[in-house]
Each structure stands twice: as C-alpha cells, then as structure tokens.
C-alpha cells in the first residue's frame, strides 16, 4: 500500500516541539532537518534565533544535527556557515541517493529525519527506512514545483486521514 510510504511517524505544529529530552529518551541521538519552511521560511536567509537556541538545545544533549535541501546556492550555504552544521544540498527528495549519503556520513543507525512535505521529506524517509516527524509549513513563498506537488500533497493528506493513519499533532 503506498500509502504507508507518505505517512509520518510523528507529527508537530513546528520544530521546537520536537524537545531534546524526548528525542534521548526515544533513543533518537541523530536527526536531519529540512531546511525550507521546516528551520526557517523560504524567503528568509538567516535561521532565527529561536531555531538557533534549538539546535544548541539538541547539541547539548548529545544529539548529532544535520540539514537536507533539495535547494542549493548561496543561500543554502549561508545557513550551513549560520548554523555550523553539517547539510545536504541538492538532495533531490524524495530519491533515495541521499538518504544514502547522509547514512554513511552519520554512521548508520537510527536517523530521525524532519519535513514540511508528504512527498519528498516524508515519502524519501520512509523509502529510505527511517522514522519521520512531519511539521506544518512555516508557509514562506514556494517554488512553483512544491506548489504543484502540494496539490497532490492534499490529495495524500486526506487519504491518510479518512483512513485513520495520520498520526495526532503533538508536542514531543
Ligand atoms: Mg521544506
């Protein structure tokens, strides 16, 4: 059934209800974000500092931190500088080439992965075998790609609900 294959495994209103403390105590200790409309709006360069404190939240704890784009450019690169970690660009979500290449670079076991979209962050973790929190869009402008797939995107989402799998937003 595909539809297992677009359906999260945890689902939260934003990033920062993902905690620290939950992600030990679920043995969680990598995690790969998105970085459009996941850590910060598209149309904005620099990741706020709410997100910032997170990520040093998250560091302190022991939990290794890792960004995927399927976007590229200096932008991409200014975030990785801002941030200080370790990124994936030009990903090409949902494919399974980096999902490969960020195993290895993290040493394989248990990778938590985190996205704004069904269809390339959520669809390229559960091809690729990793759990996945899905988090509402921080909305910032979209290429017109995303734009197109998010039509089908909602097609998905209600799929996943009238058959009762979409997990319940929660904070973790
Ligand atoms: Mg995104």
């Given amino acids: 059934m595909i539809l297992k294959y677009v359906c999260p495994d945890y689902r939260v209103k934003s990033l920062f209800d993902?905690?620290?403390?939950?992600?030990?105590?679920?043995?969680?200790?990598?995690i790969v974000?998105?970085?459009?409309n996941t850590l910060l709006p598209r149309d904005k360069n620099l990741v706020g500092p709410r997100a910032m404190?997170?990520?040093?939240?998250?560091?302190q704890m022991g939990i290794n931190v890792a960004l995927i784009s399927n976007n590229g450019g200096d932008r991409i690169k200014g975030i990785t500088r801002q941030t200080g970690l370790g990124t994936i660009m030009r990903a090409a979500k949902p494919l399974p080439m980096a999902y490969k290449q960020?195993?290895?670079?993290?040493g394989g076991g248990k990778i938590l992965f985190v996205g704004d979209q069904l269809l390339t962050d959520v669809l390229?973790?559960?091809?690729?075998?990793h759990p996945v929190v899905f988090v509402e869009s921080l909305g910032g402008k979209e290429h017109f790609?995303?734009?197109?797939?998010r039509?089908?995107?909602?097609?998905?989402?209600?799929r996943l609900q009238s058959n009762n799998m979409m997990p319940k937003e929660r904070v973790l």
């Fill in 124 to 129: 390229g973790a559960k091809v690729a075998g």
């Fill in 102 to 106: 960020i195993t290895k670079a993290m």
């Fill in 145 to 149: 790609i995303t734009r197109c797939t």
């Fill in 151 to 158: 039509k089908l995107e909602k097609f998905f989402l209600g």
């Fill in 33 to 36: 974000v998105d970085i459009d």
């Fill in 53 to 59: 404190t997170w990520i040093r939240q998250l560091h």
């Fill in 18 to 30: 993902i905690s620290a403390k939950w992600l030990k105590r679920n043995g969680y200790t990598k």
